[in-house]
């Protein structure tokens, strides 16, 4: 009976490469023929781009990883982009983010979550009646407005249900540009003053869902046909209807960015001092605070400043204001 044969590593087969092996290179190629597009819409991986007025589907090239290509985004692209039926291109680069709007989960969650990308305009849309209105939630948008380097401006729906200024005495403080929107017989008023502020600009609108953002996307975009809900008669909360963020151009110049209803607004990643620099009338005041002082406490130097007139007649006003946007930062309720 003849024996088992062993094998060894001699037994190993080798196909050799006639091209012979190429060490692995970190470096990616440049793509220097790649077009720049304008990304106007995400959808199960796919994403809309707009490449000199034609409208392109591309993917992301394996070579970008996880990184997030999101609505506002400017990208790189190759491969086919016609923009005709049935063809896909590549997006191998991102350009460079002037500006990222961000949110977490909740204010315990580390990871954050890029909503738009090179927008200079967040538009908070809320309702002053059905559903009521949220000021937390406005405070909240505000804080990540600032933090974005965003310039934040205050829509107020359905005026026709409740008056505005009670709502408005809130911001006034903090200089917050605003219109006030009703509905009419004639359609919406105050819609021109609205596109106004929109025209030539990145404008990303945010708001709880039934406050009427998708009903302003339709009549300053027409032929958007955002799908609008209805606000629920027992919880007094709006139905999900936008489920994606899409950029939409204004016929005049600008972009408007609708962008799905939210619920809650996590701050996690926004570092509390930079609201504090936010008030350069208030700022100086810390510096006689006690080490990790949270600025709404016994121990604050900034009641002393403010009682001292250094922030001028309205430094109470303010200083409530700063505290109202750090509770709000932080989680806690009012």
């Not at 997006?91 to 927008?119: G, K, Q, Y």
């Not at 009641?303 to 430094?315: I, K, Q, T, Y």
Request: proline residues 6%; hydrophobic residues 35%; charged residues 30%.
């Amino acid at each position: 009976m003849t024996s088992a044969r062993r094998y060894d590593e001699s037994d190993v087969r080798i196909r050799p490469n006639r091209k012979g092996s190429r060490p692995r290179t970190k470096e990616r190629p440049a793509h220097k023929d790649a077009v720049i597009g304008f990304v106007t819409g995400v959808d199960r991986g796919r994403r809309t781009v707009l490449v000199d007025g034609r409208t392109v589907i591309a993917m992301r090239a394996r070579e970008l990883g996880r990184q997030s290509i999101v609505v506002g985004d400017r990208v790189a692209l190759v491969g086919d982009t016609s923009g005709a039926e049935g063809t896909l291109a590549r997006i191998v680069r991102i350009e460079e983010r002037s500006s990222v709007l961000r949110r977490t989960a909740d204010d315990t969650d580390p990871v954050e979550r890029v909503i738009v990308a090179n927008a200079d305009q967040l538009v908070i849309v809320t309702a002053l009646a059905d559903p009521e209105p949220r000021p937390r939630m406005v405070d909240r948008c505000l804080v990540a407005a600032y933090d974005a380097g965003m310039d934040p401006l205050l829509v107020l729906t359905k005026a026709d249900l409740r008056p505005a200024e009670d709502f408005l005495s809130r911001y006034a403080p903090l200089d917050v540009p605003y219109v006030v929107t009703s509905v009419t017989q004639d359609g919406i008023a105050g819609l021109e003053e609205v596109h106004e502020q929109l025209v030539d600009r990145v404008s990303v609108l945010v708001g709880h869902s039934g406050v009427g953002k998708s009903t302003l996307v339709n009549a300053l975009v027409p032929g958007s046909e955002r799908a609008i809900g209805h606000v629920n008669a027992v919880t007094g909360r709006g139905r999900h209807t936008s489920t994606s963020a899409v950029a939409l151009a204004l016929k005049d110049g600008g972009w408007v960015v609708d962008t799905p209803g939210v619920r809650s607004f996590g701050l996690a990643h926004v570092d509390p001092t930079k609201i504090v620099k936010l008030f350069p009338d208030l700022e100086p005041g810390t510096a006689e605070c006690p080490r990790g002082c949270t600025h709404d406490e016994e121990e604050c130097a900034l009641d002393d400043w403010v009682a001292e007139g250094h922030a001028g007649p309205a430094g109470p006003s303010r200083l409530e204001s700063l505290r109202r946007l750090l509770r709000s930062r932080s989680g806690e309720s009012e």
